[in-house]
């Protein structure tokens, strides 16, 4: 075989290695985003930002707790239909009762699917908001420790600092580097966790929080009020009751023997103190979520002061770098702790937010609680600092 010969044979052995290799990291590529992309995600693909309001309308029509409380409303509608005929036929009050009933708890349930739902897209949404601060944040100080670092090396090659300060400023910076990876790795597992909610791919979100008008806090004794009228435990209590009084009205036309009067008498009586503890329970319900509603709006005006006050520190901070008296990294210092403040605010938002959506379920006012946090949400953002 001539050299020529033997040339063109080894370029061509090569070539199908290189063919080889090509095919399998594409293969392996592709096995990698099969296995990365979560069982059942819709292929809806999202590439630009969402606003709340649409991330509401998707989490509500995609995600598989809604689809299954729908599923779920369907069959008890049917099971609703049957019992209503059924009652018709046997004309038994009681049969046509329990129906009832029985529809209106599944229509709670749904109501209760569709708050929680709505809530939790909504506190995932926002969250993720603050988070890119708190990675902008966490990144900051990473690149500072960084400095620090390199800055402790240098005076110690000019002798005017010891190993100790070397290794000091070391343990800062793996420190700082471990809390931003930390950061990123919980960042990119909540928008999985939203995408599998909203059933979107790429999700992107928005840099800038969105703009919330805080409704403000209602009167206790109105709340108690509302949620006791809203309550279907207390109205199937009070019915308890109109039917145990109804009873022993006529136990009394009876010539009934001591004993079973005094059983109808007990049974008054036990109705009585089960509507009083069903009232009692709303109560105590309502003002312990109320007293949650004020520390989370307590909160947030703290969290705005500060904020308030780090902006006057910052701008004072900048005029005193222009006058030559603060460094470059004592700016970057006052940059960051502003940026740390404005999370603040963002996340005691967020959980005043829930806080009030949580309250108004509480008090039975959640018939449409996404209609009721699109109206609180302006479509203006916020902007950065």
Same mark, same amino acid.
């Given at each position: ?255 009934? !023997? ?5 059983? @109808?008498? #007990?049974? +008054?009586? &036990? =109705? *009585?103190? $089960? /509507? ?12 312990? !979520? ?5 520390? @989370?709006? #307590?909160? +947030?005006? &703290? =969290? *705005?002061? $500060? /904020? ?12 005193? !770098? ?64």
């Amino acid at each position: 075989m001539s050299d020529r010969q033997k040339q063109q044979r080894s370029l061509r052995a090569s070539t199908r290695v290189w063919v080889a290799g090509v095919l399998l990291v594409f293969g392996v590529g592709a096995y990698v985003a099969a296995v990365a992309r979560p069982a059942g995600a819709a292929q809806t693909t999202q590439a630009s930002p969402l606003s709340l309001p649409q991330v509401i309308d998707l989490a509500l029509t995609n995600s598989l707790d809604m689809k299954i409380a729908n599923v779920t409303l369907d069959n008890a509608k049917v099971t609703y239909e049957k019992a209503k005929a059924n009652a018709l036929a046997s004309g038994t009050p009681y049969d046509q009762q329990s129906a009832e009933s029985n529809w209106q708890a599944a229509q709670r349930s749904f109501r209760t699917s569709q708050g929680t739902v709505t809530i939790n897209a909504a506190n995932q949404y926002l969250s993720l908001i603050t988070s890119q601060l708190n990675l902008k944040v966490a990144q900051a100080q990473r690149d500072a420790a960084e400095q620090a670092y390199k800055l402790a090396q240098a005076r110690q090659a000019a002798k005017t600092a010891g190993p100790f300060d070397v290794l000091n400023a070391e343990a800062s910076l793996r420190s700082a580097e471990a809390n931003l990876a930390k950061l990123n790795d919980s960042y990119a597992e909540a928008v999985a966790a939203l995408q599998q909610l909203l059933g979107v791919n790429n999700l992107q979100i928005p840099e800038t929080y969105p703009v919330i008008k805080l409704p403000a806090l209602p009167k206790l004794e109105d709340a108690i009020a509302t949620a006791q009228q809203n309550s279907e435990t207390v109205a199937s209590r009070r019915r308890s009751l109109d039917l145990a009084q109804l009873q022993h009205q006529q136990d009394l036309l009876e010539d009934l !023997a001591p004993l079973d009067r005094q059983a @109808s008498e #007990n049974n +008054l009586n &036990l =109705a *009585q103190l $089960n /509507y009083d503890k069903a009232l009692a329970d709303i109560a105590a319900s309502v003002t312990s !979520a109320y007293h949650a509603l004020v520390q @989370s709006q #307590n909160s +947030l005006q &703290l =969290a *705005q002061q $500060n /904020y308030e006050i780090e902006q006057q520190k910052y701008a004072i901070t900048q005029q005193q !770098a222009k006058a030559g008296i603060k460094t470059q990294s004592d700016l970057n210092t006052a940059q960051t702790t502003l940026w740390q403040r404005q999370a603040d605010v963002q996340s005691a938002t967020t959980s005043y937010l829930v806080n009030w959506l949580k309250f108004q379920q509480t008090i039975g006012m959640d018939q449409d609680l996404a209609g009721m946090l699109k109206g609180v949400v302006s479509n203006a953002a916020a902007g950065s600092k």
